[in-house]
């Protein structure tokens, strides 16, 4: 045979199709699947740069804004401007920063009247201009700037918008939480509202403090809640300053420790009365730390209310709520059981963002309505106690010529006089009459002008300053807050407010004790190496028999085990084996 013939064609590959068409295919549906995820990508990226749809998944919300805000911004009808002076890219490269943007953020996304741009103070210094000629101070880098029209409100990010802890025994303080939203709403309140408040806040007595060192930290408190929702204080001296009715709405009396002159009650009484005018407004705050006031009564029950001398407390324990209050200059703690109290009035629990949440009165007094209609004047109770409250008497001491603490803190140079009260004899509380309690009530005399327009006056007394202490207005915990301060609009005729909780930054810590440590050190160095190793061991085994299994046609006749297993020599030779291991096999 010829090499010719000896050599055979070679056959050529045919052409599969199959394989072309079901790779087109796949090809095709890979392409359409990506270009399908880019759109999805490419839209989403639409959506949540114009209309802010992110997904905030910190257990603070620290990115996002409540309905409050909400409500509030998307209802005002006037243009407001925030300018911030400072580099844009720090507010996207610093992660405490960045909360401020997304807040910024989120006030354009629902108000159409909001805008905001950075600037630069050293390249663009006519944008200071802009705003200082309506600002007394200084307009820096780190300042954002709240304008509308010709009022001007400006805020510090780092001082104000954030809040530090200090620790007083190393002298360091330490970030705790972000309390921005609710400090840009309250600029945006005071800048726009149409009938803004002024209130005469008596915090002086002829130079020295009104109040006593243990309400010191409960009335700033309160100072501050007022402010942010867009009223404007004035610190006045009940002795030396007037109180015109044509400058001030309304005046807060805040927890005298001793009684005011009988010339001092006559310029309250001016201020209300008004010329004949009236619609003008008094906060009165008790406290159980005051010595008698015998001219305040006196005042007090011309208007129906009488602050009785005894501290509300509750029988049953349901009833309570274990909270920590600042009752003196040195931020120190006191643990109580508070009375969980009820609004009486529903009037003024209208608006609340969170019903459920509890109102309490820590260390208030009782206070005594003494009629609930008389000619001109009516009282009403807005918080009261439960049937199982009980009245714990104070015996109040006369009141001295001693001085306390002034609103910042500093003492003057009389003795301080913060015990009010004197002992008490021993207190038999299963003997005690039960029943409810006002610790907040409200006392409105009215009259009519010849043209029938009704003119109204305003008392709001409140039975303890504790009541407003920072630890329960603050959070997010308690309604008092917002039930005092929807009171507090109520008479003054402002419609909009909002109390936003401040946000917690401070890491939490897990206490566990020895034991408990001792176990979590025991499963980390002999429990999980040892399951580690017993899963390795079994891994191996069953790759082993599935290699034996692979050779051979023949099956292990070990109890009703079907497994294959390599040769019947083997079998024989590792019948011990499979005997041991039969569990893991079969």
């Not at 007595?205 to 929702?229: D, P, W």
């Not at 001016?270 to 010329?275: E, I, Q, T």
């Not at 429990?527 to 599935?546: L, S, T």
Request: glycine letters at 4%; hydrophobic letters at 35%.
């Amino acid at each position: 045979m010829s090499k010719e013939t000896a050599k055979e064609p070679k056959k050529k590959k045919s052409f599969n199709k199959k394989k072309l068409k079901y790779g087109s295919v796949a090809t095709v549906i890979t392409v359409v699947f990506i270009a399908v995820i880019v759109f999805i990508n490419l839209i989403a990226g639409i959506l949540t740069e114009r209309k802010g749809l992110k997904l905030d998944l910190t257990p603070e919300k620290y990115y996002d804004i409540s309905q409050q805000t909400i409500d509030y911004v998307s209802s005002i009808d006037k243009d407001v401007e925030i300018a911030v002076f400072d580099n844009e890219s720090n507010y996207h490269s610093n992660t405490y920063y960045k909360m401020v943007l997304e807040t910024l953020n989120k006030l354009v996304q629902y108000s159409d009247h909001i805008t905001y741009n950075f600037y630069d103070t050293t390249k663009n210094p006519d944008a200071v201009n802009k705003y200082a000629a309506n600002y007394n101070g200084t307009i820096s880098m780190d300042n954002i700037v709240i304008a509308s029209g010709d009022r001007v409100k400006v805020l510090s990010v780092s001082q104000e918008l954030f809040a530090y802890t200090t620790n007083s025994y190393y002298g360091t303080s330490a970030l705790s939480g972000y309390k921005g939203e609710q400090e840009l709403l309250s600029a945006i309140m005071s800048v726009t509202d149409a009938n803004p408040k002024t209130a005469a806040f008596i915090t002086k007595y002829n130079g020295s403090a009104i109040f006593g060192s243990e309400t010191v930290s409960a009335i700033t408190t309160f100072a501050e809640l007022m402010t942010k929702n867009g009223y404007e204080l004035v610190f006045t001296d009940i002795i030396a300053d007037e109180i015109s009715p044509e400058d001030y709405d309304l005046v807060v009396l805040p927890a005298p420790a001793t009684d005011i002159p009988e010339d001092s009650i006559k310029k309250l009484e001016d201020f209300l009365y008004n010329g004949g005018n009236l619609d003008k407004n008094l906060i009165y705050i008790a406290d159980t730390s005051q010595r008698k006031t015998p001219n305040i009564d006196e005042f007090l029950e011309i208007w129906g209310i009488e602050v009785g001398g005894n501290q509300v407390i509750e029988s049953e324990d349901k009833m309570t709520q274990q909270v920590n209050v600042v009752r003196n200059t040195m931020d120190m703690n006191q643990a109580l059981k508070a009375p969980i109290v009820t609004a009486s009035d529903e009037t003024f629990s209208e608006g609340l963002s969170n019903t459920k949440l509890p109102i309490i009165a820590p260390m208030t007094r009782n206070i005594n309505l003494l009629f609930d209609a008389n000619v001109d004047r009516t009282t009403t109770a807005l918080l009261s106690s439960s049937e199982s409250s009980l009245l714990y008497p104070l015996n109040l001491t006369e009141a001295d010529d001693s001085s306390q603490l002034d609103l910042n803190g500093e003492s003057s140079e009389s003795e301080d006089t913060t015990q009010a009260t004197e002992e008490t004899e021993e207190f038999d509380a299963s003997n005690a009459e039960k029943g409810s309690n006002v610790v907040m009530a409200l006392a409105t005399k009215s009259n009519t002008d010849s043209e029938k327009v009704t003119h109204t006056n305003n008392m709001l007394v409140i039975g303890g300053a504790s009541m407003i202490d920072t630890r329960l207005t603050t959070g997010s915990t308690y309604n008092n807050a917002e039930f005092i301060m929807n009171a507090v609009n109520k008479i003054c005729g402002k419609e909009n407010s909002a109390i936003i909780a401040e946000k917690n930054l401070g890491s939490e810590t897990i206490d566990i004790t020895v034991s408990q440590a001792a176990a979590i050190r025991r499963v980390v160095m002999f429990v999980i190496p040892i399951i580690v190793v017993i899963c390795g061991v079994v891994v191996f085994i069953r790759r082993r028999n599935r290699k034996y299994q692979s050779r051979s046609g023949m099956y292990c006749r070990i109890s009703h085990c079907r497994r294959r297993i390599c040769s019947s020599d083997a079998y024989r030779s590792q019948r011990r084996f499979w005997k041991f291991f039969h569990f893991i096999n079969c």
